[in-house]
């Protein structure tokens, strides 16, 4: 996937959701971090600065966020107000593997752009091969 923006990401996921297929949502979303990796960094801000309109699943919502958060941290980039609506906070914890046994990792291993919206993934999950 080339250089795209986070509100194309959202579309994505949201047709993916939609359509009943998680796993291609969430393999969208994290896709996302490669795309923002491989553009030039004069169009990183314009990749984030308009907000997804929301997916249809709150911890979608709330994971593109994270992400965002994260990669403008991470880059030293001015991080979109629209990453701290409320709607992109969730009450309910959801740890993005269903693998039980792996919930303490993400608890201690996810970036605090994820734990703070009470989304939480392990090692690796914002790395691509």
């Known amino acids: 996937m080339g250089p795209t923006s986070i509100a194309r990401t959202g579309e994505l996921v949201a047709a993916e959701l939609a359509a009943g297929d998680d796993a291609a949502a969430l393999r969208i979303a994290f896709d996302f971090v490669r795309a923002f990796d491989s553009a030039p960094e004069s169009l990183r801000n314009g990749m984030v600065g308009d907000p997804p309109a929301p997916c249809g699943d709150q911890r979608y919502d709330a994971l593109l966020a994270a992400v965002v958060e994260h990669l403008c941290a991470r880059d030293d980039l001015a991080v979109p107000f629209w990453?701290?609506?409320?709607?992109?906070?969730?009450?309910?914890?959801?740890?993005?593997?269903?693998?039980?046994?792996?919930?303490?990792?993400?608890?201690v291993q996810s970036p605090i752009s994820f734990s703070r919206r009470g989304v939480f993934i392990c090692d690796g999950a914002l790395t691509y091969a």
Do not use: I, M, N, Y
């Open 83 to 107: 990453t701290q609506d409320p709607g992109r906070f969730l009450e309910t914890w959801w740890f993005v593997s269903g693998l039980r046994k792996l919930h303490a990792s993400a608890l």
